[in-house]
């Protein structure tokens, strides 16, 4: 979707916030959300900064200790949005629209450890092979008491 089309979107949706989104480490959506008029200005100059250290939080929201893949200081990285991803956010009352991006060092080199970056690299290889990933995912759930107040943990169901 070109930044025209885009802005085409945002108006005939009414959209009023923009999900600018990158996957960390463990899968969980982290990023921005922006009004459509600053996002729309962000794609113009590298605007839509996250701290590199986005890719190394846990499950839990901890940072991994001791990495080398990121720098010791904390830099900003950019996040591309992939226009193919765009989509409206059903669970909102507002009209939201929620897209995926890439990330990138502000020399426009891709960041080695944003998981959109590896898997681009692991097809590739597998292509290289003349290979075909074939994927079948798991579903996983677990049955808990019901818990109303996000401060305690979760606990297992009654009957367990």
Known sequence: ????????????NKISEVECLVADMSGTARGKILPPKKFLQGQKSQGLRVPEEVFTLTINGRFVSETAAVSDSAIDIYMEPDPETTRMVPWYTEPTAQVICDAFHLNDEPVEISPRHVLRRVLALYKAKGWRPIIAPELEFYLCKKNLDPDYPIEAAIGR
């Open 1 to 12: 979707m070109a930044r025209s089309t885009f802005e085409e979107f945002i108006s005939s």
